[in-house]
């Protein structure tokens, strides 16, 4: 999935407002569809088969994870069929028979058996652990090749960063080339987890944490939040999309502004930014839609109505809480972007939310 | 040599009993009868069982769908947050101590009351008003939107009832240090001339260990949920990065409590499992030291592995291999448990009436339950299931299958000893079977959900998850029935069942030598002091139609012994 994908959508001279929903929520959702694990596992009914529980194997170690979580599996249910047919087989063989309430003697102790039972668990109590912690070092300790990419969490969005400076808030990797994140939150408590990877750490506001895998897998994987952050936290989702080449990759990830329309650099803004709290499909989120706002007179929450102009996307970026729509108050939720979108970003945006009231337009 | 009058006035239905020696409101609200104490808690967690249920069964209602619009996000996680911080703070901890054991334990001992009367009257008052300032989160209209857990900073930061909520558990800790403290000095100092620690019904064993924790771990979340109360209006900077705190350093605090407190939960209600299985196998228990240490090195060991909460919070590596080690350990006294449980139902004279049926269930989801928590104490597996839907079910299966089991199970064996009246056995184990499957039905989905990578705290998910999720919904609702008819069968009991006698069970712990109801001073003479295990202790007397003590029988009527005095 690349970048043109939703623009050629955009593009098309098409008046179904059905089909302008599908447009622009193909764009809001940060471009890539990620399929139902189940299709790009090797999918079984089974519930005795690995497959059953994972997703695909899609890095270095989580044949390892799931090797154990099957270990794990098979010594529990050897355990819990012999301890549920032991009381089955019990209850049924000494069940009270009329009128006889006590039963015959036996013993009430026997410290040799509670030794067996309590040393022979113990034992593979200690390979679980073993098993468990071995793997783990894999986990936790990168390769020395491995690249780094930065990631910036916050409420409700991802953002990475790569080694040469591109951003995507979709997660581009190439195959068999281990990499690093270093993570940052830029508000509260979040968390890292692509299940396909098995691989999963929080992100802790105040300082940097790191998660390491090597994707062994091409293919599109479920990136998710994986600690509650507030409101949107289900919808803290994105696509980690695992490349064949580094080519591949980097035709996905580079964006040279001077090559793009305004529009086109607009909504990557948006995307990148915004589409966390507004969405262009006409639905109220954490902020006001966006895709029809444009040249209105919105109501704000002190009963004053603005024109949505230049001027008013200028303020609403770079200083929110001057203008808060009624409904959405009584303080902004919206960081100011002053300092990370100057000027031309700004144009870019304006670009952006005309031609998507204009497209709406043609819709009628 | 005793009499048949003797027999009749001791261990006969009385005309005076502790629930109408004295009537009007204020003899209960005043009342320091730890009896009285105990049903007026029971009917409490009740309350606040039923508001967390319907709490659950709205979430679960939403979740049927996977886009669902039936609640907003915002109301979504109002759902669970209440859900999970009422039934935990205002149910399951209370529950089987402040309920069952407050009516029970002075019995076992002997005993006229506990230790602190006046105390355990204000544990309750705690209870009400914790409770109460719980709820005020909601009853503001601030509601309450961070998980039971609170983890900073987006606790500090939101502006729901925060602040109600933690001064309400903030309440609830004191109410449960108040029991905890009553029970251990009651037992330390109340118990029957001659009855040693291990002539003690294992219950009171399990309601021991929990008061340890519950004196030594509340009081840290006291201070936690103060310290967060402080960085919310006072910005101290303890926890919120922004005035150079650690968030994680709150998961510590939180956790070092929290870890302790399902063993608060969970050993009690292994306590009330043992008393279940050896009564109604008439067998004395296996194990019995093996069972009654367990429960204490449960106790202390729970301290030592707050950490395996905390594996992908950030935490050092070694730290993280020392809490999965440890946890590990925590496994083998609860697998010990079970197998003594099943080594004494081995030869016994199986009933399978309602308690027994809760008990045998408790051995099915605690099993269940415990074993699905060693895919989470190993450090690979857990990496990948944390915060997911296993972790919920994990939970689930411990709290509900385990305590909620055990508090149900003991709630019908000991109701004919608190009323005087037995409740309809069929009816109940029908509730029991309803409970069991609804419960199945509900949780056991949701490991595979996790394992396949569904977060936990989420409005709305992946349509792949929509099946899985569907059978959790109606579970969920046939659990809720299950509980809704146990809870039917016994009021309807506890107003109308027919009258039942002081030991119908031949039970031998010494609750079951007072009539049932009980007199308000529990025993009228000092009971004698049998062992809790040794059913030959206790024959039947035709015309009480109980079972009694040897020593009060009609020595003509009376077989001889089959096994001696156990020592």
């Known amino acids: 999935m690349n970048w043109q994908l939703p623009l050629m959508l955009a593009q098309t001279n098409d ?26 596992r090797e999918g079984t009914s089974n519930p005795f088969a690995t497959e059953y529980w994972f997703p695909t194997q899609a890095s270095s170690f989580a044949g390892e994870v799931d090797f154990l979580y099957m270990s794990i599996f098979w010594i529990s249910l050897v355990f819990f069929v012999a301890i549920i047919g032991a009381m089955v087989y019990f209850c049924v063989k000494y069940r009270r028979k009329d009128g006889v309430i006590a039963p015959e003697p036996s013993s009430s102790h026997n410290t040799a058996i509670e030794i067996l039972w309590s040393v022979l668990p113990s034992i593979i109590l200690v390979w679980i652990f073993y098993v468990g912690a071995e793997t783990w070092f894999e986990m936790r300790i990168p390769k020395e090749n491995a690249e780094e990419i930065q990631v910036t969490a916050k409420q409700f969005g991802w953002l990475f960063t790569y080694e040469d400076g591109d951003q995507t808030n979709e997660l581009h990797l190439v195959r068999d080339k281990p990499v690093r994140l270093i993570m940052q939150s830029e508000d509260v408590l979040h968390s890292f987890f692509v299940a396909a990877f098995r691989q999963k750490m929080d992100i802790v506001p105040g300082r940097y944490t790191y998660a390491y895998f090597e994707p062994i897998k091409d293919g599109v994987y479920r990136l998710s939040c994986n600690e509650y952050c507030g409101t949107g936290h289900s919808k803290m989702k994105t696509a980690c999309i695992v490349h064949t080449s580094e080519e591949d990759r980097k035709n996905n990830t580079k964006w040279i502004e001077a090559e793009k329309t305004p529009f086109e650099n607009g909504q990557r803004i948006y995307q990148i930014h915004c589409s966390g709290c507004h969405k262009v499909d006409g639905q109220a989120a954490t902020g006001p839609a966006l895709n029809l706002i444009w040249g209105e007179n919105e109501k704000m929450i002190d009963g004053t109505t603005e024109l949505v102009n230049e001027d008013y996307v200028l303020d609403s970026i770079w200083y929110p809480e001057k203008h808060i729509v009624e409904g959405y108050g009584p303080v902004s939720k919206m960081n100011s972007f002053k300092g990370i979108l100057d000027q031309k970003d700004v144009d870019y945006v304006i670009a952006y939310l005309k031609e998507l009231k204009e497209q709406s337009g043609d819709a009628k | 040599m005793v009499d048949a009058s ?85 149910f399951i901890i209370p529950s089987i101590p ?38 005020l989160a909601i009853l503001s209209g601030k509601g309450l939107d961070t998980g039971w857990t609170f983890y900073t ?122 008393e279940l299985i050896s009564v109604y196998s008439q067998k004395r228990i296996f194990g019995y030291s093996f069972i009654a240490f367990s429960s204490v090195a449960i106790a202390l060991l729970g301290f030592l592995v707050w950490g395996h909460h905390m594996f992908t919070s950030g935490q050092s590596l070694v730290v993280t291999l020392i809490f999965s080690a440890i946890t590990f350990t925590v496994a083998i006294p609860s697998a010990v448990k079970v197998f003594n449980w099943l080594a004494t139902l081995y030869k016994g004279s199986i009933l399978l009436n309602t308690p027994m049926c809760y008990a045998l269930s408790f051995i099915f989801l605690f099993g269940i339950g415990g074993l699905t928590g060693l895919f989470l104490g190993a450090l690979s597996t857990d990496i990948h299931l944390h915060d997911t839907y296993f972790v919920v079910a994990h939970f689930h299966f411990v709290m509900v299958g385990g305590t909620l089991t055990a508090l149900l199970g003991g709630v019908f064996h000991w109701w004919p000893k608190i009323w005087g009246r037995m409740y309809n056995d069929f009816l109940g184990r029908v509730g029991c079977f309803l409970v069991f499957s609804g419960f199945n039905l509900t949780f056991f ?78 025993f009228l003479q000092t009971p004698v002091l049998t062992d809790p295990y040794d059913f030959e202790s206790q024959v039947y007397d035709e015309e009480l139609d109980t079972y009694i003590p040897r020593e009060f029988a009609n020595p003509d009527k009376v077989a001889p012994r089959k096994e001696p005095v156990h020592h």
């Not at chain 2, 320091?32 to 709490?55: E, N, Q, S």
């Not at chain 2, 959790?472 to 299950?482: D, N, P, Q, R």
Request: aromatic share 14%; proline share 5%.
């Open chain 1, 15 to 40: 008046s179904n407002l059905e089909n302008l929903r599908e447009r622009t929520e193909a764009i809001s959702m940060q471009g890539t569809t990620v399929p139902d694990s189940s299709l790009i």
């Open chain 2, 6 to 90: 003797t027999r009749q006035k001791l261990f006969g239905t009385p005309e005076t009993n502790f629930l109408n020696c004295s009537k009007g409101w204020k003899s209960w609200a005043f009342t320091l009868d730890h009896k009285r104490i105990g049903i007026m808690y029971l009917i409490g967690v009740t309350v606040a069982l039923f508001l967390a249920g319907v709490f659950a069964l709205v979430l679960r209602s939403h979740l049927f769908t996977f886009d669902s619009t039936m609640l907003s996000d915002d109301m979504y996680n109002q759902m669970f947050t209440l859900h999970g911080a009422v039934m935990v703070f205002s």
């Open chain 2, 98 to 135: 402040a309920a069952l054991g407050n009516i029970v334990l002075p019995m076992m001992l002997g005993a006229k009351d506990v230790a602190f009367p006046r105390m355990n009257l204000a544990s309750f008052y705690l209870w009400i008003i914790g409770t109460g300032c719980l709820l």
């Open chain 2, 153 to 274: 900073p987006y606790s500090i930061d939101t502006n729901t009832g925060v602040i109600y909520a933690t001064f309400g558990a903030f309440i609830l800790g004191f109410s449960s240090i108040f029991t905890g403290l009553n029970f251990l000095v009651t037992v330390n100092t109340m118990r029957s001339k001659d009855q040693g620690w291990f002539k003690l019904p294992l219950f009171v064993w399990s309601l021991y260990a929990t008061a340890i924790i519950q004196v030594l771990a509340t009081p840290v979340l006291g201070i936690t949920l103060l310290m967060l109360i402080a960085e919310k209006t006072l910005h101290i900077g303890i926890f919120d990065p922004k005035y150079g705190g650690d968030p994680v350093l709150f998961q510590h605090f939180f956790w070092f409590y929290s870890h302790p407190a399902v063993y608060i939960m969970i050993l009690p209600a292994m306590g009330v499992i043992s």
């Open chain 2, 445 to 522: 989905p949701q490991f595979v959900m996790g394992s396949r990578g569904m977060p936990r705290r989420y409005a709305s998910y992946d349509p792949e998850f929509q099946i899985f999720h569907q059978l959790s919904t109606v579970g969920a609702f046939v659990l809720g029935i299950g509980i809704l008819l146990s809870f039917v069968v016994l009021v309807y009991a506890a107003l109308r069942g027919p009258r039942c006698s002081s030991n119908p069970f031949r039970a031998a712990s010494l609750e079951w030598q007072s009539s049932s109801p009980p007199d308000f001073h529990n």
